[in-house]
């Protein structure tokens, strides 16, 4: 099994050389050429643990890895670093399942996949004889910043450098990242919005001289961004495994087709979904739920893909995207492989800031559903939903239940349904003591206690003790000083 660029670069890589450099050089995704078949019957899918799970996953996708090496990942990504020991438990509120992806070391669910990225690359650069530092640039909305920071932090053999939008993240959000420990951590904030820093972190993987400089000095650059294919694979294991609970629980019946709603940003979630939909499992509708920024239910909705528009900051943070990078391996999935349909869609996207689908490829994406939530409905929700049925959740999954709501009444389709809760409601303290009715402070520590004090629901670990660590990182630049970042850092 070879992965290709979604622009057409003339070259099959293996899976480890794909992880190990992030993007191709033609700047497409790697993307296998079909999407593997499930290696489980489906009637045993729930009786596998959540390890047992991503061990077959991760082996249909990357089989140059042994059996052992597999193991050897799979064992110390999930293990006691989770707070719940089902990895991904889910939960019943209402008629809905809310499948719960947060209880990592960071409470978001990017834990989900940056708890096994290291072990992945660090094993693809043994079996490739790489003699480079990696180097892990990412950019982030917040929460991959934290995820990959915790997962890299004093690994061997890598450095991890991390940019995040100044004024784009939750006070939470920021105080993980800027008290990382870690001799080979790095983080800087920068004055823009997370699309600068996705498009200055893409640029500095484009700088031919840079590369050949850097690599001179003895470093390769990676990503630990939803690009790379590494972290994309590992998020395909708790669409099964969840499928598999329904069964077990008696909500569904073996080969019932079940909706899925995802809050959804840089699409990388989602697109997990679709494939696990590809290898076998009966999901129906792919319900993409946006926030305010909302480009991709303008897509569902039209064909058309188009950034030349307002960007706003929500009470979603890790939402506010407007490039939603993996929607280009989507592409690539929907046009039977034709790598120059991408290429001049993308080319598009970056000189006109829009591109349009033919009517054929917009046929296709039937079994998507985009939606939106804005933030006074997405505080609504999280209100009510904590009011009528005791549950608390945060404000990127409150986006997905919204719009998992509006899907409902606009199409009466009642079947069984996971909605996917991507973080902890503390991560988004000051947004949800608000939603519930408390008098929310500027202090988002304050915010936790009383949120605690209210409802009783448990705090991550990951946030206890926040408050007094150590910081660490305190840079603000600018974002064309990004690469200059990136110099002095190695
Ligand atoms: C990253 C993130 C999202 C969006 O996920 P994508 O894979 O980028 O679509 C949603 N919610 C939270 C809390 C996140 O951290």
Known sequence: MKYFSTRGENKGYKSTEAIIQGLANDRGLFVPKSIPRLPFEMDKIQNLSYQDIAFGILKAFFPE????????????????????????????????????????KTAAF????????????????????????????????????????????????TRIIVFYPNEGVSKVQERQMVTQEGENTHVFAIEGNFDAAQSGVKDIFNDVELGHRLL??????????????????????????????????GEINLGEPVNIAVPTGNFGNILAAYYAKQMGIPFDKLIC?????????DFFNT???????????????????????????????ISGGNANIV???M??????????????????????????ADDRQTKEIIGRVYAEKGYLMDTH?????????????????????????????????????????????????????????????????????LREKEIRHNEIIKSHDMKKAVIDSI
């Open 303 to 333: 064909g058309k893909y188009d950034i030349d528009r307002e960007f706003h900051l929500t009470a979603s943070p890790s939402m506010d995207i407007l490039i939603s990078s993996n929607l280009e391996r989507l592409l690539y999935h």
């Open 289 to 297: 739920a946006s926030n305010e920024n909302k480009v991709l239910t």
């Open 110 to 157: 990017k834990d989900m996949a940056l708890s096994i990225l290291p072990y992945l690359l660090t094993t693809a650069m043994k079996k490739e004889n790489e003699e480079h530092e990696i180097c892990i640039l990412t950019a982030t909305s917040g929460d991959t910043g934290k995820a990959a920071l915790e997962g890299f932090a004093d690994v061997n053999g």
């Open 343 to 345: 290429r001049e869609l």
């Open 347 to 372: 080319e598009s996207l970056s000189s006109h800031r829009r591109y349009e689908l033919s009517k054929e490829m917009k046929n296709s994406l039937e079994e998507f559903y985009g939606g939106f």
């Open 397 to 465: 999954t409150a986006v997905a239940y919204k719009v998992y709501e509006d899907y409902v009444e606009e199409t009466n389709d009642r079947k069984p349904v996971i909605i996917v809760s991507t973080a902890s409601p503390y991560k988004f303290a000051d947004s949800v003591a608000a939603a519930i009715g408390l008098k929310a402070t500027d202090d988002g520590f304050e915010n936790i206690d009383m949120i605690f004090e209210t409802t009783g629901v448990k705090i991550p670990k990951a946030l206890c003790g």
């Open 65 to 104: 890895y042994t059996d052992k090496e597999m193991r050897y990942c799979v064992e110390n990504a999930y293990d006691e670093k989770f707070e719940n020991s089902q990895i991904a438990p889910m939960v019943k509120v209402g008629d809905t399942n809310i499948l719960e992806l947060y209880h990592g």
């Open 216 to 249: 001179a000095d003895g470093v390769k650059l990676s990503s630990a961004n939803s690009i790379n294919i590494g972290r994309l694979v590992p998020q395909i294991a708790y669409y099964v495994h969840a499928y598999g609970n329904m069964m077990k629980r």
